[in-house]
């Protein structure tokens, strides 16, 4: 059974880091296309960064030189490393697994910046 955690969300002032991580249980994350999406209240949910199994990375516009999408092999972690957040960054973030048409989602860690 694929399961997905995420951690790593809080409470962070314009400006500022976090890096999200997402593990992994029952899957290898590195043989997987790995995302992170993130949701608002009413809104739908959109990617934010992507890794595919064979390291290429996709982000959103609105987050290019910001946020860094990465794995970690020895650990089965995936991570999102976001640097400059914004308040427009305010959301529910989501590790995802896509493979062979299979996705699989977290339960989501949410990030808030704010004064």
């Known amino acids: 059974q694929v399961q997905l955690v995420e951690s790593g969300g809080g409470l962070v002032q314009p400006g500022g880091s976090l890096r999200l991580s997402c593990a992994a249980s029952?899957?290898?994350?590195?043989?997987?296309?790995m995302g992170w999406y993130r949701q608002t209240p009413g809104k739908e949910r959109d990617l934010v960064a992507q890794?595919?199994?064979?390291?290429?990375?996709t982000y959103a516009d609105s987050v290019k030189g910001r946020f860094t999408i990465s794995r970690d092999y020895d650990k089965n972690l995936m991570y999102l490393r976001m640097l400059s957040l914004k308040p427009e960054d305010t959301a529910v973030y989501y590790c995802?697994?896509?493979?062979?048409?299979?996705?699989?989602w977290g339960q989501g860690t949410q990030v808030t910046v704010s004064l």
């Open positions: 995802n697994a896509l493979k062979w048409g299979h996705t699989t």
């Open positions: 029952g899957i290898i994350v590195s043989t997987y296309t």
């Open positions: 890794i595919d199994s064979g390291g290429a990375t």
